[in-house]
Every structure is written in structure tokens, then in C-alpha cells.
């Protein structure tokens, strides 16, 4: 049986990840899922429909109520209720949401289903905190990016700024710190380096560089 190959990129909030994730996937022509969605749209949904994740029922109802689905780059998207909510997801808000979903052992089994169906030919690069040590530990490459907290904040401010919203860099640095935080820290897979993942520091590296060198890596 051919394997699909899977690329596990992890990594802290604003690495880099998803630029890398989606330069990789065009190079590659692989699809791309950024599990952060996922994370994000039971933050949204927490908060839109309130609620608790504290029963099976409630997960199995709502996974029923949940399609991914790939555009024409072949970015999986989020339809819930049959609505694309993907570009909601984006905001700091969710974000925290996301971060608290993140820590209950419910949702994150429920997820490993949907991260899995992922998986189509040709291949799939599969961003997110647990990608390569828990969702794909049999990942054909694992990347794990990290940057300094000033250039990660940086690096959002200038998101949001640019998307119209009035943010302040010491906001979004704390806010940046808080889920660091909580993300290497939580009970169940907390943020952590796989044993047999490659480090990038991204802080002084453009992309195209990050790019070449995990190609080169992938063709090892
Ligand atoms: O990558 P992101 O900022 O979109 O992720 C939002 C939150 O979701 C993050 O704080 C932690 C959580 N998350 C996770 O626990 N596991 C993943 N594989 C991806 C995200």
C-alpha cells in the first residue's frame, strides 16, 4: 500500500507556520490543513452557541454540523451549518477561545478524527501544535518553527493592522506570551518538540529561505 506522505509543521503562535505551510503546499501541489481552524471553530462555536464541550453528545452533534473542505488552492476550509465561517475565525478573541477548547481532552479526541480524513493524495502538510508528535507522529518530515516574541508580535500587529483592526503591539505581545503559556503547559498535548522533528528559527530568516531548507529536508 502507497503511504500518502504527511508534512507535521508545529510550532508557536505566529512562527510563520501557515506562510510556510502555504508556500509548501503550492510547491508541492499538497493540500493544507491548518489545524488551528479547528481549535478556532470550537472557540466560535463556545462562544456563538454556548457551549460546554462537557458531554460526548454535545461533540458528536456538533462534528455532525462540521465539513472540511478544500478550495481551489486546496486549503481545507470550515463550513458549520453549511456556512463557510473560516474567514470569522481569525480574530484574537477566538483565538483565546481556541486556546481554551484547546485544553479539553473531548474535543481534542473528536478532532483527531477530522485531522485524519484529511489525508488525499498527493500528500498533505498539516500545521498546527501536535501535528508530529500525537495527530501524524508517522509524518514523513516534521518541522518544528519557532521566532523571538518580539517578531511574533510584530508580525500579527501588522496582520491585523492591515486587516483594518486598531490593535496596540504590547496587547497583541502579551496576549502573544499568555498563549504560549497555556499552549506548552496544558495537560494534554502541550506544544512540544518532537524527537525527530527539524527546528527553524524563522526570526532572522526570510521565507524563501525557509522554504529551501525544508525542501532540500523533504528530499533527503
Ligand atoms: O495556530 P492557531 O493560533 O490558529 O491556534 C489557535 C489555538 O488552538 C492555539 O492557541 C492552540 C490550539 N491548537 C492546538 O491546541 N492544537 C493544534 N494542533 C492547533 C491549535
Known amino acids: ?14 512562527s510563520g507556520k501557515t ?11 499538497f493540500y493544507f490543513l491548518d489545524s488551528g481552524i479547528l481549535y478556532r ?8 452557541e454556548n457551549v460546554k464541550f462537557d458531554s460526548s453528545h454535545d461533540i458528536n452533534d456538533i462534528l455532525s454540523r462540521i465539513k472540511l473542505i478544500p478550495d481551489k488552492e486546496k486549503y481545507f476550509r ?6 463557510d465561517i473560516t474567514n470569522q475565525l481569525y480574530t484574537e478573541d477566538i483565538g483565546q477561545q481556541a486556546s481554551i477548547v484547546s485544553q479539553y481532552s473531548l474535543v481534542r479526541e473528536a478532532l483527531l478524527v477530522l485531522q485524519h480524513s484529511c489525508v ?3 500528500g498533505l502538510i498539516a500545521n498546527g501544535r501536535d501535528m508530529g508528535t500525537k495527530v501524524f507522529p508517522g509524518a514523513k518530515l516534521k518541522i518544528f518553527m519557532t521566532a523571538s516574541i518580539e517578531v511574533r508580535a510584530e508580525r500579527r500587529y501588522r496582520e491585523l493592522i492591515a486587516s483594518g483592526l486598531d490593535v496596540k503591539l504590547t496587547d497583541i505581545q502579551n496576549k502573544i506570551a499568555e498563549r504560549d503559556d497555556s499552549d506548552k503547559n496544558r495537560d494534554i ?27 532540500e529536508l523533504y528530499n533527503i
Open 120 to 122: 488525499s493524495k498527493p
Open 189 to 215: 498535548s502541550p506544544l512540544k518538540l518532537a524527537s525527530d522533528a527539524h527546528i527553524i528559527d524563522s526570526t532572522d530568516l526570510n521565507l524563501e529561505t525557509i522554504l529551501d531548507k525544508i525542501l
Open 1 to 14: 500500500m502507497i503511504q500518502v506522505p504527511v508534512i507535521a509543521i508545529d510550532g508557536d503562535a505566529s
Open 78 to 83: 470550515v463550513n458549520f451549518n453549511n456556512i
Open 19 to 29: 506562510s510556510i505551510s502555504k508556500m509548501l503546499s503550492k510547491e508541492l501541489g
Open 41 to 48: 471553530t470550537m472557540g466560535y462555536i463556545k462562544v456563538n
